[in-house]
């Protein structure tokens, strides 16, 4: 069993940064990890992941390259999203989650997730 909880969120205004971070509860070794994120009245979309592997390998959405990081810290189960140049349409809530086992190609589709935390809100003001 894994237990997520994320922190980090807040109300910035455009232009700023973030960094939303999620602590694992319970081992998150060799399981990917990702970040997805829900706007009212908009369904969730995932933005970033991470594979299990600690390769490196990462995915992002479209609308977030270039702008948002994903990285892990194994050693202390912490998942990170930094999150650059906010934009009022960034607005949501994120939440973190957990696919457990070995995982090579990160997933940005929610269905494949297993273990999902409790989100972290996200206001940007223009």
């Known amino acids: 069993q894994v237990q997520l909880e994320e922190s980090g969120g807040g109300s910035v205004q455009g232009g700023g940064s973030l960094r939303l971070s999620c602590v694992a509860s319970?081992?998150?070794?060799?399981?990917?990890m990702g970040w997805f994120r829900q706007a009212p009245g908009k369904q969730r979309e995932g933005v970033a992941a991470i594979d299990s592997e600690s390769t490196g390998r990462t995915r992002y959405a479209d609308s977030v390259k270039g702008r948002f990081t994903i990285s892990k810290d194994d050693a202390k189960n912490i998942l990170y999203l930094d999150i650059n140049t906010l934009t009022p349409e960034d607005t949501a809530m994120y939440y973190c989650?957990?696919?457990?086992?070995?995982?090579?190609?990160?997933?940005?589709?929610?269905?494949?997730?297993?273990?999902w935390g409790q989100g972290t809100q996200v206001t940007v003001s223009s």
């Open positions: 989650a957990a696919k457990p086992g070995i995982c090579w190609i990160p997933s940005l589709i929610g269905t494949d997730y297993k273990y």
């Open positions: 319970g081992s998150t070794y060799r399981s990917c």
